[in-house]
């Protein structure tokens, strides 16, 4: 059995997975040992994160940087974002990189549907060549406070809600992981209510921040981080950034959520990074930045608050940060 030497920002799983799933260690700890912890050498990623699979969209990196969603932090090193990884899919401990390389994502399909004038199933290579795609540095800021700093590629979610063209009846969007538990191994988990489901309202999806992934650091996003195609909010919590999507529904109804469903006093619907709103079992003030011994204050709604305050007329609702 590998022994892992937490970093000294590290938070220990004990304190993030929820409580009742805790308590069941014997079937937690038989999860874990489906996979390995994928050492790195010193200096250099895993030789299977590096060796991503040919990728037919591959010449669409790098995209032009958008200079209006740049900040002011330094970007985290590759090495460490690409290396310290939540995909409960893969397991629930940090080191999945290793285990995500199985994924398979060609073919891969997006569902389109629910209350919209065109529904379709698209290929994410269709898809990723129909939108323009440019690079924006955001900051992302773990529910475990931990935070990052790191340019995604992609475009813009509004972008994919006009090609929907939704009708009035739509409030929210739903959106819906992969689920195949030949392939990953946390879907084996009884326990959890698979596949990842996450939901945004619709004005927090056309709001300009809202993002779908594609790429990283320059190119094509490895799997670790949730290929072929993410989410990325910047102003919530990390958990609502669902990863590898596979079907997007626009719905009349708030959907639940993977992680509302599990444990609704600790992760709701809204998530919005708030310092002053602490985690029943944590403190929110202050995040570690990842791959540094650094540890600075949180901002409200993780520095976004001009883009993003209008969508929340009433700030001291607490219900807006769980």
Not at 24 to 48: C, I, Q, W, Y
Not at 150 to 173: E, H, R
Request: hydrophobic share 40%; charged share 25%; glycine share 6%.
């Amino acid at each position: 059995m590998n022994i892992i030497h937490p970093k000294s920002w590290h938070i220990p799983e004990r304190e993030v997975t929820p409580e009742a799933i805790f308590m069941n260690r014997r079937a937690l700890v038989k999860s874990m040992g489906f996979l390995g912890l994928g050492a790195v050498a010193a200096g250099a990623l895993p030789r299977s994160v590096l060796a991503q699979e040919a990728d037919p969209t591959a010449n669409l990196y790098p995209a032009q940087r958008d200079d209006r969603f740049t900040v002011s932090r330094a970007l985290t090193p590759e090495k460490d974002a690409s290396t310290y990884n939540n995909f409960y899919e893969f397991g629930s401990h940090k080191r999945i990189s290793d285990a995500a390389q199985a994924l398979k994502i060609r073919p891969w399909s997006i569902t389109i549907d629910g209350e919209v004038d065109n529904p379709q199933v698209i290929e994410f290579d269709d898809l990723v060549r129909k939108m323009q795609l440019e690079e924006r540095v955001y900051r992302h800021r773990c529910v475990e406070a931990w935070a990052m700093t790191v340019p995604w590629t992609g475009f813009a979610l509004s972008d994919l809600v006009k090609m929907a063209g939704p009708k009035a009846g739509a409030k929210f969007i739903r959106f819906e992981t992969f689920e195949d538990p030949d392939v990953a191994s946390g879907q084996r988990q009884f326990w959890y209510p698979w596949p990842y489901t996450e939901g945004l309202t619709i004005d927090e999806a056309t709001n300009e921040l809202a993002f779908m992934v594609t790429g990283i650091y320059g190119k094509p996003l490895p799997k670790q981080f949730g290929a072929p195609l993410r989410l990325a909010v910047p102003w919530k919590y990390g958990f609502k950034s669902i990863k590898s999507i596979v079907k997007i529904s626009f719905v009349s109804e708030q959907p639940k959520t993977f992680w509302q469903t599990i444990a609704p006093s600790e992760y709701g619907f809204w998530a919005n990074v708030n310092p002053n709103v602490p985690h029943p079992r944590w403190s929110q003030e202050t995040e570690q930045l990842l791959g540094t011994n650094e540890r600075v204050p949180t901002r409200l709604f993780n520095g976004y608050e001009e883009q993003v305050a209008g969508l929340y007329p009433d700030l001291k609702e607490k219900s807006l940060y769980l």
